[in-house]
């Protein structure tokens, strides 16, 4: 089968003590298998390692139908959080124009909202929503998440309030849990069309279910050829083999872990690739960061961030190993031109293509990183598109499944998570939490 993404561990091996690698990618094989027969932590989550091959036809279809039901729409707003946004999210931002807010299209703006409860934001959402002719996809499995649920209230009032009800119900799409919630209570009352999010499959995991299907063909890209890219790694990552990208990734990052390397940071190249970094924070950090273990993930975007975080990685604490992400070729080509009077001494990078310049500060980078004792762990992969980064996510995915299970965790639950909402509803008076509520206040 052909390799759609290389692990290049070169010059990360050698931070790795003598002959201990070769017992982490047993470890990892081990963990392998453990997903793969459903024998390890958590395994009731595990829909999401067959969602590539076993989606069904009317999945695509459905997403086709509304796709061309809201051809006359603008703007949609994509309601959701954490898992529910940012999948949908990294795709739609690695794949679209960088200016696409700014440029013609054939195909809806999509906004993000519910992510954050920020007054000014959602004021400033309305404004937009009063000048364009809008719609929405909400997003939430448990249906109850308050984030979301603030903004779906406000999204729906202002549909509700410039189209009429009957109009507001075609414009509105609910992706939620088959019975649970009040999302799906709302689904069936006021009549919105839905999908469902597999029981089987957390947020984290959901981009390849409508959760991040959706608005990703709602902004135009080819879901076909993402799933086809995913379903080619679910192949590539199901095989037993120290060979296996995912086992190799989830090995590496491990045996550096066990050095001290507490900090990983994913480091891209194109700013295009802000979002899969925040979506891969995300996946690690959620699934890992359990019984106090887990390697931190932070992500850097450079050259941007080695002009803020460059002097830390190079001379800060050693605490920290490097995985970058590696585009061998832009999709676009341009040149750096020739310039008579050569002011700002620049022409001796005439006729350079800038990805060349790009390709440069990466190598340097990389020397001056491990000189300084970070190891580099590389994914290189051959251009941004949809198939590549089907692959990614679920070369990620699956490397996350892995690696949760050699640390010992379970990477599918997040029961830290609810620990600042139980704080939330207490201090905001909700029917149930009135003991907490008084406790808490006695705090502050
Ligand atoms: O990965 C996860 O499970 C979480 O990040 C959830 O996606 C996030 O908390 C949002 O939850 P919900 O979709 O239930 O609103």
């Known amino acids: 089968m052909k390799e759609i993404i290389t692990i290049r561990e070169n010059s990360a091996i050698g931070f790795i003590p003598g002959d201990t690698y070769p017992l982490w990618q047993e470890k990892a094989l081990r963990a392998l298998d453990l997903l793969e027969t459903g024998k390890g932590k958590g395994s009731d989550f595990l829909g999401w390692l067959r969602l590539p091959s076993q989606t069904a036809p009317t999945v695509y279809e459905q997403i086709k139908d509304i796709c061309l039901d809201w051809k006359d729409i603008e703007l949609v707003v994509v309601i959701g959080i954490g898992g529910s946004y940012l999948g949908a999210r990294a795709v739609i931002e690695a794949l679209s124009h960088s200016f696409s807010a700014l440029m013609p299209s054939s195909t809806p703006y999509i906004v993000f909202a519910g992510q954050n409860i920020g007054e000014d934001y959602l004021a400033e959402l309305e404004d937009l929503m009063a000048v364009k002719s809008s719609a929405c996809v909400v997003i939430s499995k448990s249906g109850t998440t308050t984030e979301p649920a603030i903004a779906f209230r406000l999204v729906k009032q202002h549909l509700l309030s410039r189209y009429g009800k009957e109009e507001t119900r075609r414009r509105i799409v609910a992706i939620t849990d088959k019975s649970h919630g009040a999302l799906r209570k709302m689904v069936n009352s006021e009549e919105y069309r839905s999908f469902i999010i597999p029981s089987d499959v957390g947020g984290r995991f959901s981009v390849f279910t409508p959760v991040g299907l959706l608005p990703i063909a709602l902004a135009g890209i080819d879901i076909q050829e993402l799933m086809e890219g995913a379903r080619d790694m679910e192949k590539i990552t199901a095989l037993k083999t120290g060979n296996n990208p995912a086992v190799r990734y989830a090995a590496l990052r491990n045996a550096l872990y066990s050095t001290g390397k507490k900090i990983e940071l994913l480091v891209n190249y194109h700013p295009k690739l802000h979002y899969v970094t925040e979506w891969w924070k995300q996946l690690f950090g959620e699934s890992e ?70 390709k440069m500060a990466e190598l340097g980078t990389r020397l001056a990183h491990t000189d300084g004792g970070v190891p580099n762990l590389r994914i290189d992969m051959s251009s ?20 949760g299970y050699i640390l010992g965790v379970n990477p599918f639950d997040q029961e830290g998570v609810e620990a600042y909402k139980k704080n939330m509803f207490a201090l905001l008076d909700k029917s149930g939490f009135e003991v907490q509520g008084a406790l808490l206040r006695k705090r502050l």
């Open 289 to 358: 960061g359990k019984e106090h273990k887990g390697i931190f993930p932070a992500g850097v975007d450079f050259t941007t961030d080695l002009h803020s975080m460059g002097q830390y990685i190079q001379d800060g604490e050693r605490h920290l190993f490097e995985t970058v992400i590696s585009i061998a070729a832009p999709n676009r080509s341009l040149a750096i031109p020739a310039d008579e009077g050569d002011n700002d001494g620049l022409n001796f990078l005439a006729g350079k293509r800038i990805d060349h310049c790009n």
């Open 384 to 403: 941004l598109n949809a198939y590549n980064l089907g692959a990614l996510l679920y070369f990620f995915q699956k490397a996350c499944g892995i690696s």
